[in-house]
């Protein structure tokens, strides 16, 4: 079944404290892309990539770090969460020309305290 | 800085009761707009992509249309399982800027 996968689905820490959300998928896509979404303020889009060791910012990267060292994987760090990273954020891939046909994760609930 | 607007933010429709929301885009550029649906709890699922003005494509009971400066999410007749929030989007790049949302909600 084709999907991507996000861990942890939820998720309370405190400031400061690194955290990893990991996502995978199965479908031999090359774009995956992270994104935040916030009540009235729809998706964001942090980062993204096109392909293995190629990343870009997002609109908002700040407090965010990505990388790509496997083409079925894109984890999310925080390296220093803030109160203000709670959210919910989702992975998405899609094949590379159509970015615009993204695969969602199911979702990764994060609160930082 | 593209920018993607949706109304109305919320939409409640009797079942059966036709209805349409609305995408209005500013971006440099259009190389497709999209549409997806998102239940709650879940990730956004994609339903089309239009490329240009003029443009129509259907799914069930929704149709969606393409002009050069907004796009509409027909909803024909709909029933309860209908209800969800609709997400438009604009690609500029590999930079996908969604709206806010039309959240549906669909009384039997």
């Known amino acids: 079944e084709a999907q991507v996968t996000q861990n942890p689905r939820y998720l309370i820490t405190v400031t400061g404290k690194k955290l990893t959300v990991t996502c995978s998928q199965n479908m031999n896509h090359e774009y995956m892309s992270w994104y935040r979404q916030d009540p009235g303020l729809g998706l964001r889009q942090i980062y993204y990539s096109m392909n293995v060791e190629v990343t870009d910012k997002g609109d908002v990267p700040e407090g965010y770090k990505v990388s790509r060292k496997e083409k079925r994987n894109f984890p999310l760090i925080l390296e220093s969460p803030s109160p203000n990273q709670t959210s919910l954020y989702f992975c998405?891939?899609?094949?590379?020309?159509?970015?615009?046909?993204?695969?969602f994760g199911e979702g990764s609930r994060l609160t930082v305290l | 800085e593209d920018q993607v607007t949706q109304s109305p933010e919320a939409l409640r429709l009797q079942e059966g009761e036709s209805s349409s929301l609305n995408c209005s885009y500013t971006v440099s550029g259009l190389r497709g707009l999209f549409w997806y649906r998102q239940d709650p709890g879940k990730g956004p699922e994609f339903l089309f992509t239009?490329?240009?003005a003029g443009e129509e494509k259907e799914k069930e009971r929704l149709k969606a249309t393409l002009t050069k400066k907004e796009s509409f999410l027909h909803i024909t007749a709909p029933k309860p399982e209908d209800s969800a929030t609709y997400l438009c989007?604009?690609?500029?790049?590999?930079?996908?800027?969604f709206g806010a949302g039309t959240t549906v909600t669909v009384r039997a």
């Open positions: 998405a891939s899609s094949f590379w020309g159509e970015t615009g046909e993204l695969f």
């Open positions: 239009l490329y240009s």
């Open positions: 989007a604009v690609v500029n790049d590999y930079k996908l800027s």
